[in-house]
């Protein structure tokens, strides 16, 4: 039997490792950590950048914009680098650490200490600690932070390392296909992702919105009603084929025997973040699909 990861497992298991990252966007105790920080907790961009953001060091609104890709820079301005007069990096690295291990402890309870998190976990920081971060940025940044010591937050870490391995890949298979970061919004809705207004969060306006879909109708992705073409559908495969590939090696390094193992130790954890209530039914990632 071939050891091989396919492309289909690569994507499963993005699907089941990015609601352990997500909980440091939307867990109540993540929000109680950015507010004893002093940020504004009445919407999530305030936290949301910082926490993302904070890898980089103290970044500027260039740097961010650049690596988010999807967001409009004048939103990411209002944020960065405002995010570091309120909180250095280094402290909202740690408060973010905080809240994952507060947020976890929450709802996972007494699977915290459980056999099977202990080996997802080693299972996922071998993978992510094989990853090339050559050319991926936010990877990158993550993948040079110090490693914590319980299971839970290893694994946390190691889906924070895969899943931006995955996007910086997935903005270079965006670039690869000629699509900026407005246009890479207006193709994935096109193709039913999600509804137009769940992507309104990067808050692009309505005529640069009309403007990208206008560029990627000469282009025949889309059809006179706004949806994807044929060409449109394709081509929108054709970068989450590419994004799959170049996502793949670190499984490919664990194996497809242990990357199923992890697939199958992921799913109660997922599971139970998903029954936890806090993550958006929708997302501009298209989970949903």
């Given at each position: 039997?071939?050891?091989?990861?396919?492309?289909?497992?690569?994507r499963q298991?993005?699907?089941?490792?990015?609601?352990?990252?997500?909980?440091?966007?939307y867990a109540?105790?993540?929000?109680?950590?950015?507010?004893?920080?002093?940020?504004?907790?009445?919407?999530?961009?305030?936290?949301?950048?910082?926490?993302?953001?904070?890898?980089?060091?103290d970044?500027?609104?260039?740097?961010?914009?650049?690596?988010?890709?999807?967001?409009?820079?004048?939103?990411?301005a209002?944020?960065?680098?405002?995010?570091?007069?309120?909180?250095?990096?280094?402290?909202?690295?740690?408060?973010?650490?905080?809240?994952?291990?507060?947020?976890?402890?929450?709802?996972?309870?007494?699977?915290?200490?459980s056999r099977?998190?202990?080996?997802?976990a080693?299972?996922?920081?071998?993978?992510?600690?094989?990853?090339?971060?050559?050319?991926?940025?936010?990877?990158?940044?993550?993948?040079?932070?110090?490693?914590?010591?319980?299971?839970?937050?290893?694994?946390?870490?190691?889906?924070?390392?895969?899943?931006?391995?995955?996007?910086?890949?997935?903005?270079?298979?965006?670039?690869?296909?000629?699509?900026?970061?407005?246009?890479?919004?207006?193709?994935?809705?096109?193709?039913?992702?999600?509804e137009?207004?769940?992507f309104?969060?990067?808050?692009?306006?309505?005529?640069?919105?009309?403007?990208?879909?206008?560029?990627?109708?000469?282009?025949?992705?889309?059809?006179?009603?706004?949806?994807?073409?044929?060409?449109?559908?394709?081509?929108?495969?054709?970068?989450?084929r590419?994004?799959?590939?170049?996502?793949?090696?670190?499984w490919?390094?664990?194996?497809?025997?242990?990357?199923?193992?992890l697939?199958?130790?992921?799913?109660?954890?997922?599971?139970?973040?998903?029954?936890?209530?806090?993550?958006?039914?929708?997302?501009?990632?298209?989970?949903?699909?």
């Open positions: 039997m071939s050891d091989t990861v396919e492309l289909g497992m690569v298991l993005w699907r089941l490792l990015e609601p352990v990252h997500a909980v440091l966007y109540p105790e993540a929000f109680a950590e950015a507010e004893a920080l002093g940020y504004a907790t009445d919407e999530r961009w305030p936290s949301y950048f910082a926490w993302r953001a904070a890898p980089l060091g970044a500027s609104a260039e740097l961010v914009t650049s690596t988010f890709y999807s967001f409009r820079p004048r939103m990411v209002r944020y960065v680098p405002a995010a570091w007069d309120v909180a250095s990096a280094d402290k909202v690295l740690a408060a973010r650490m905080r809240a994952v291990d507060r947020a976890l402890r929450t709802i996972l309870g007494d699977r915290i200490d099977e998190l202990a080996e997802a080693e299972l996922a920081r071998h993978a992510a600690t094989s990853a090339n971060t050559a050319g991926r940025p936010l990877a990158a940044a993550n993948a040079a932070l110090s490693w914590p010591d319980a299971p839970h937050l290893v694994l946390w870490q190691a889906a924070t390392v895969l899943r931006e391995h995955r996007g910086d890949g997935h903005i270079a298979a965006l670039q690869a296909h000629q699509l900026d970061p407005c246009e890479s919004l207006v193709s994935f809705a096109a193709v039913g992702a999600a137009k207004d769940v309104a969060s990067r808050e692009w306006s309505d005529v640069e919105w009309h403007a990208a879909a206008d560029r990627l109708a000469e282009r025949g992705w889309l059809g006179p009603d706004g949806t994807a073409t044929s060409v449109g559908i394709d081509g929108r495969e054709d970068v989450e590419l994004t799959d590939e170049l996502a793949a090696p670190p490919r390094e664990l194996g497809a025997a242990r990357a199923g193992r697939a199958e130790l992921a799913m109660p954890i997922t599971m139970a973040i998903v029954s936890a209530g806090i993550l958006p039914r929708r997302s501009t990632l298209g989970l949903g699909r």
